[in-house]
């Protein structure tokens, strides 16, 4: 079992719908969680990170934290074609230290 | 600049021939990353420095890749003996170690191509 997994899409959204993006790990220990944006032919952009379980909001993005079900998820609302890269969930595992590990990302494609 | 940055961003050799490519991490960031990511690929691990400790060596992919960090800063990033399948973007992080939580933050790239 991959320590973070991600659907690899592409998922299509139309413009102005919510975009949710889904990531499961399995280090049980893990406490930090993040999510980056990745433009094609750039490095990846960090745009959330949360530790406690719920709900963090900033702007239109909404990041999701169950860890008794080892899930984290990303919601973009009112998805823009600008939100249209791929989308890397991270987390830290206790076994190698705090060490971030990447699922390989999901693509998103917001058809206008 | 305030970011991580990285040289060179660009890098075309020959196969056989050793390339460094170098990392100037965030000031006061104890934590630095090597990740390569091919095209339309993930990011694949390389090394992980953390302040003093040994490094994790896990991800380098053979022992012709090494990488060392200076005085807790400028990291570098040695491939010897190149080889075509070595064409990749090289990208570093870092991040304030302990503090995890903040996240890392990326530079650049050197894109590697191997003839």
């Known amino acids: 079992q991959k320590e973070v997994e991600q659907n690899s899409g592409p998922l299509s959204v139309p413009e102005g719908a919510i975009a949710s993006l889904n990531c499961t790990y399995s280090d049980r220990g893990s406490q930090s969680f993040f999510w980056y944006r990745q433009y094609s032919g750039k490095s990846p952009e960090l745009i959330m990170f949360i530790y406690s379980n719920g709900d963090k909001e900033d702007g239109r993005f909404t990041a999701q934290l169950n860890k008794a079900s080892q899930y984290v998820s990303l919601l973009i609302r009112d998805s823009q074609p600008s939100d249209s890269a791929t989308y890397l ?6 076994e190698y230290g705090n060490k971030l590990v ?5 693509i998103l494609r917001v058809k206008s | ?19 460094e490519l170098r ?16 095209l339309g690929q993930g990011l694949e691990f390389l090394i992980y420095f953390q302040g003093n400790s040994a490094p994790d060596k896990s991800g380098l992919p053979s022992d012709r890749f090494s990488a060392e960090r200076t005085g807790g800063s400028v990291s570098t990033l040695t491939i010897q003996r190149t080889q075509q ?3 990749a973007v090289y990208l570093c992080a870092s991040s ?8 890392q933050f990326f530079g650049p790239g050197t894109r590697l191509t191997v003839l």
């Open chain 1, 89 to 94: 969930c991270a987390v830290t595992t206790m």
């Open chain 1, 102 to 106: 990447f699922g390989a990302g999901t």
């Open chain 2, 1 to 19: 600049g305030a970011g991580v940055s990285q040289s060179p961003s660009n890098k075309v050799t020959e196969k056989g021939k050793d390339v």
């Open chain 2, 23 to 38: 990392c100037d991490p965030i000031s006061g960031h104890t934590a630095l990353y090597w990740y390569r990511q091919s």
């Open chain 2, 85 to 87: 399948e070595d064409s």
């Open chain 2, 96 to 103: 304030l170690g302990g503090q995890v939580a903040v996240g």
